[in-house]
């Protein structure tokens, strides 16, 4: 499984050097943790277009920041969601959060 997109982690690197990347990770984390936060209470309503939004908009915002784990599970929520399904979304926003600390891991390796 790739976890990072290196051109983009580099192109980062390149644009703003270590301490931007650093920045954009810190800014990251806090949006994960809101992220999810909504992601759980979706779940625990069954309100399968708020999960469907909420990680279409986050699957996006991994995305341009390298994250290709984090963006592919993501998107494995999202259409859950649009499919209106939400069997196994608690095992899906567990997944997610070992794919986030695997990815949070990698990344500071890189720097």
Do not use: P, W
């Not at 997944?95 to 600390?101: G, P």
């Amino acid at each position: 499984m790739t976890v990072l997109d290196l051109e983009i982690i580099r192109e980062t690197l390149d644009d703003g050097g270590t301490d931007f990347l650093e920045e954009m990770i810190d800014m990251f984390d806090e949006e994960y943790a809101e992220q999810t936060e909504s992601l759980k209470q979706a779940a625990a309503q069954g309100d399968s277009g708020n999960i469907s939004r909420i990680a279409h908009k986050f699957k996006g915002e991994c995305a341009s920041l390298g994250l290709v784990a984090l963006s592919e599970k993501c998107e494995e929520i999202e259409i859950k969601g649009k499919n209106d399904d939400l069997s196994g979304i608690e095992s899906l926003l567990g997944q997610l959060e070992k794919v986030y600390e695997q990815t949070l891991s990698e990344v500071k390796g890189f720097l």
